[in-house]
């Protein structure tokens, strides 16, 4: 069973950006989690990591969320410097660095819609991909989508999905909702392998971020379903699906390498 935990716990003042920081605004922030059977990804994580799972209907299952959003005025956060738009999709699987007892996620990688991602893709080998990404959306007077839909046409991580908001948070395995939402929405640092097979790590800073709850109507996540987490036909049962029109994200630049 998941221990409860309060926002109250993790929530802090904004880290000074320095260097080559970035900060950006989220806009149609969707968080879409599936349950899958943690044996899937059984010896993909170096030892020192465990996935954070939650039991459900007597199951253990572990929590992947696919992350899609248009990053809008992309830039520095200390200098003058250009706003960049663009599409991005992240994909990542939550996990306790069970060095530091720290929850944060293990991150696949992303698809993005801009040159610009061959910058750390080649340079700090960042598993960031090309995709074509366009997002249609229909929003509310407040806010709430009628229609939300995001097509990525890409050939590591082809996606589409259509959402509308509604509904009720429920989030099956978690003492309460308030634990859930800390879990799902609040980690702020992520692992992964680099392209050249080294473990490299990354930090981000943001607030409490304002999700509101959203239906499914359809997804196709061809990565998900490469990999053998989570089938296509699975894929139109969602554990969750969160969604914020907008949001602000501070990125720590450059992600460091963990040397073993």
């Known amino acids: 069973m998941q221990q409860p935990l309060k926002f109250s716990e993790f929530l802090h003042d904004r880290p000074a950006p320095s260097g080559i920081d970035v900060h950006c605004k ?38 992947i969320s696919v992350v899609p959003f248009v990053d809008v005025d992309f830039t520095s956060a200390v200098f003058p410097f250009p706003k960049f738009r663009m599409g991005q999709t992240n994909y990542r699987i939550y996990i306790v660095d069970t060095l530091t007892g720290e929850r944060c996620v ?48 890409a050939t590591w991580g082809p996606a589409s999905v259509e959402l509308t908001s509604g509904g009720e948070i429920l989030l099956p395995g978690f003492p309460d909702i308030e634990t859930g939402l800390v879990f799902l929405t609040h980690p702020l640092r992520g692992y992964y392998h680099r392209l050249d097979g080294e473990l490299g790590t990354y930090r981000v800073w943001h607030k409490q971020l304002e999700v509101a709850p959203a239906h499914l109507k359809h997804a196709e996540f061809g990565l998900l379903d490469r990999l053998g987490l989570v089938t296509l036909q ?27």
């Open 106 to 153: 293990w991150f696949i990688g992303t698809t993005l819609d801009s040159w610009t991602r061959i910058l750390p893709h080649r340079f700090w080998k960042l598993p960031w991909y090309p995709g074509h990404v366009r997002f249609e959306c229909q929003q509310r007077e407040d806010g709430s989508y009628a229609k939300y839909s995001m097509k990525t046409v």
């Open 234 to 260: 699975e894929q139109q049962h969602p554990y969750s699906v969160l969604i914020e029109p907008i949001n602000e994200f501070t990125i720590y630049l450059p992600p460091k390498v963990i040397r073993k």
């Open 26 to 63: 989220l806009q149609h922030f969707a968080i879409i989690t599936y349950a899958f059977d943690p044996s899937r990804f059984s010896g993909v994580m170096p030892d020192r990591f465990r996935l954070d799972t939650v039991h459900i209907n007597g199951s253990e299952k572990a929590l």
